[in-house]
T-cell receptor, first 112, second 116 residues
């Protein structure tokens, strides 16, 4: 089983739609969680951290379910500019420090 | 500049040649990662350096791959006897990540390797 798993998509949605992505992780010792965004042929960039109580940043809402070991990202009122690959990232504390593990990403295409 | 710097940005080499990729992390960042990303694929973890701890090399795909880091500064990823399947973008990232805090991972723009 992969440490971090995501549905690769693509998710094709019309502009203005609400779309949600899930990500599951296998290591219950995982400490912290993030969503990164990667545009085509660009490097990944942090979108938002995921807090235990859930958190919101504008049109984006992230949630964590430790019992079921998954995190989610909800995008409301999607824009054309939201088209990208969304990477789920899990941080695990190891003997050598923290280790960030990336999922393979979920591709989102927002269409007119 | 203030960001993570990688060189070369593009490298075309012949099968069997050795290549060396360089990463200059953000000054003061204790953690440094190398990832590989093949076209249309996700990020594949290669190696992780954290301060003076022994590096986590669990992601290196074969003994043709090696990486070094000098203190908390420059890192080099070396691929010996390159094969066509090594063609990918090699991404370096650094962070202030440590036992006491988690932090944002900053990526370089990557080194695109093409093995003919």
């Amino acid at each position: 089983r992969k440490e971090v798993e995501q549905d690769p998509g693509p998710f094709n949605v019309p502009e203005g739609a609400t779309v949600a992505f899930n990500c599951t992780y296998s290591n219950s010792a995982s400490q912290s969680f993030f969503w990164y965004r990667q545009d085509c042929r660009k490097e990944p960039k942090l979108l938002m951290s995921v807090y235990s109580s859930g958190n919101e940043d504008g049109r984006f809402t992230a949630q964590l379910n430790r019992a079921s070991q998954y995190i989610s990202l909800l995008i409301r009122d999607s824009k054309l500019s939201d088209s990208a690959t969304y990477l789920c990232v899990v941080n695990i504390l190891t003997g050598g420090g923290n280790k960030l593990t990336f999922g393979t990403g979920t591709q989102l295409k927002v269409e007119l | 500049g203030a960001g993570v710097s990688q060189s070369p940005s593009n490298k075309v080499t012949e099968k069997g040649k050795d290549v060396e990729l360089r990463c200059d992390p953000i000054s003061g960042h204790t953690a440094l990662y190398w990832y590989r990303q093949r076209l249309g694929q996700g990020l594949e973890f290669l190696i992780y350096f954290q301060g003076n701890s022994a590096p986590d090399k669990s992601g290196l795909p074969s003994d043709r791959f090696s990486a070094e880091r000098t203190g908390e500064s420059v890192s080099t990823l070396t691929i010996q006897r390159t094969q066509q399947e090594d063609s990918a973008v090699y991404l370096c990232a650094s962070s202030l990540l440590n036992r006491e805090s988690t932090g944002e991972l900053f990526f370089g723009e990557g080194s695109r390797l093409t093995v003919l």
